[in-house]
Structure formats: C-alpha cells, structure tokens
C-alpha cells in the first residue's frame, strides 16, 4: 500500500539469522538491530513508494509539499551495505541514505564501542562476567540465558558504555574481555566495516553518503573543540566524495549546541532516533526516523 505521508526508516544491520556463544541469538539480533534479507525485502515492499533523501531536503528547503512515501537510511557503513543491501537496491532502481563514521573504516583499526562489546559478548568462552561501571560500582551477570544475555545487551552495563567516556569504555571492553577469556580480533575493524573504496562504490551503485560522526561519540558529552572536529572532519571527508553531505546523530543523541555545530558545518539535513512522521513544519537538523527491528 502506497504511503500517505512520508516518513524516514532506519536500519543497521542486515545478516544472516545466526547463533552466537551458548546457542543464544547475536547480541544485534537481541537487541533488534538486525535484520535478514527476507524481512528487510518485506519492508521495502510494505514501504512502498520508496523515495530518496534529496526530494524531502529539497522540498523543505523550498517550502514545497512534501513527497509522499519512505526514506531509507542504514546506519554504521557496516560491510553488508555494500555486499547486500546496496546491490539489492539498486535492481529495485531505488536508493538509500548509508551514515558513516568516517574514523572507523575497515582500512583501520578503529572499533566502535558498542561493536566490540557485542562482538566478545557473542564470542565468550565464560558463561558469566563482571565489570566496572563509571560509577564505581560493579555490574556481574550471566550470558548463558536469555534473560541474562539481555540484561548485557540493552540493559545497565550496556547503557553505561554508552554514556562513559572513552578511558572508561575502554577498561569496561578490556574487563568484559578478561572475563569471558576472549580478545578482539586484530581484523575486526575489516570484518565489521566498509573502507573509503567501498563507500565510492556505494556512490556509483546510485547511493547516497551520509555523515556519522569520526568515531561514533555522543555528541553532546564533547567538549566544544572535540565536537567541532567530530562534526567537521566527517563532513569535509565525504564532501570530498560527494555533497551535499547529510549526517546522523550517533545514538540519536544532539542538543543545542550540537544543533548549531550542524548549521555551522552547512550539512543538508540531519536525522534523529526519534519516532515520528516528517510534517512541514518539521526542522531539516531534526528529522525523525522510525528505527526498523525485528
């Protein structure tokens, strides 16, 4: 059925059904970020018209009414995008919106966080694991239940990476690591994400680069200087690919003056993790998205 209104939907990854440690789910399968092929095709089938990015930024910018129908965007350059998604697109003759951050590569070594929590969590060798919180205290729980798996994937310890500082994400990983006697692969960055090739490659598949970030902060959490860099140097890298460049808050997470490093840096549009539907009146550094899960 034709869509009405018009709305932006986000996707992360797309990947085989598949069991982790213990015969439990993958932690992005648990957490809802993940779909097959199969459910990903039947959303874009129930999302029909599917209409690209540009045509709501130029309609905004030009008080013109909205055109009706679906965005698709896919958040975090992950290697399917390219291998998967983008191909099946583009048979379709229709495009998607693919953020990037562009500090976290797979021609680097930078891992985000939250990928290399998920990765030992679904690697362990443990079947119970304690960490330090930010806070000082401790978080121990068990990964051999789904209950217990969960809790580490969408409940405390995981909310508390998120809003720790880099040092503390980092003594959490190495605890979280020590724990399930496991350790990151030295290639985990290539197995997880595209390099600066791929994302020319989804250009001339008909695709569209987004911005993410460099490394995937919480934007608000920054220090002016280091928001500036986080913002500008993502922005610049893929204008030099391709612009105008729209970008993507990492984890949603912006306030005002993250809005107005967004204006400053001159990007076309800027989308959120707030659900909701694209009106008129809605701000271009604003834009809601429906967060698409299993």
């Known amino acids: 059925m034709a869509s009405e209104r018009t ?13 982790a440690a213990f015969g439990l789910p993958n932690c992005y399968r648990m957490r809802g970020t993940s779909l097959t092929v199969e ?14 990015l ?7 910018e030009n008080g013109e009414d909205l055109p009706r129908g679906s965005v698709l965007t896919f958040d975090d350059g992950y290697r399917e995008h390219l291998d ?3 191909p099946m697109l583009a048979k379709r003759g229709i495009t998607g919106t693919f953020y990037v951050a ?12 939250v990928d290399a929590w998920y990765w030992l969590l679904d690697h362990a060798k443990a079947n ?34 998120l809003n720790a500082h880099p040092a503390e994400q980092r003594r959490m990983l190495e605890a979280l690591g020590e724990s399930l006697h496991c350790s990151l692969p030295n290639d985990l960055a290539m197995q997880l994400y595209l390099s600066e090739k791929d994302w020319k490659r989804l250009i001339k598949l008909g695709m569209r680069l987004g911005a993410h970030s460099v490394r995937h902060p919480r934007l ?3 220090g002016d200087q280091a928001l500036e860099e986080e913002v500008v140097t993502s922005v610049q890298t893929l204008a030099a690919i391709r612009s105008p460049v729209a970008f993507a808050y990492p984890d949603g997470a912006f306030d005002g003056r993250v809005l107005k490093q967004m204006r400053a840096a001159g990007v076309s549009s800027a989308v959120t993790c707030t659900a909701g539907w694209l009106l008129p009146e809605t701000d271009r550094m604003q834009l809601p998205r429906f967060f698409v899960c299993t």
Not at 39 to 52: D, F, K, Q
Not at 102 to 113: F, N, P, Y
């Open 220 to 222: 608000p959490q920054l």
């Open 7 to 19: 709305r932006i939907l986000m996707f992360h990854r797309i990947e085989p059904m598949q069991s």
């Open 54 to 60: 540009s045509a709501v930024e130029k309609a905004m």
């Open 128 to 161: 119970v694991a304690c960490v330090p919180m930010p806070d000082g205290s401790s978080y121990c729980g068990r990964l051999d239940t789904w209950e217990g798996k969960a809790e580490w994937v969408g409940g405390p310890p995981k909310a508390a990476l």
């Open 84 to 86: 998967v998604v983008a």
């Open 39 to 52: 459910e990903l095709e039947r959303v874009i089938e129930e999302a029909s018209p599917v209409i690209p």
């Open 102 to 113: 562009t500090g976290l590569r797979g021609d680097g070594e930078a891992v985000a966080a």
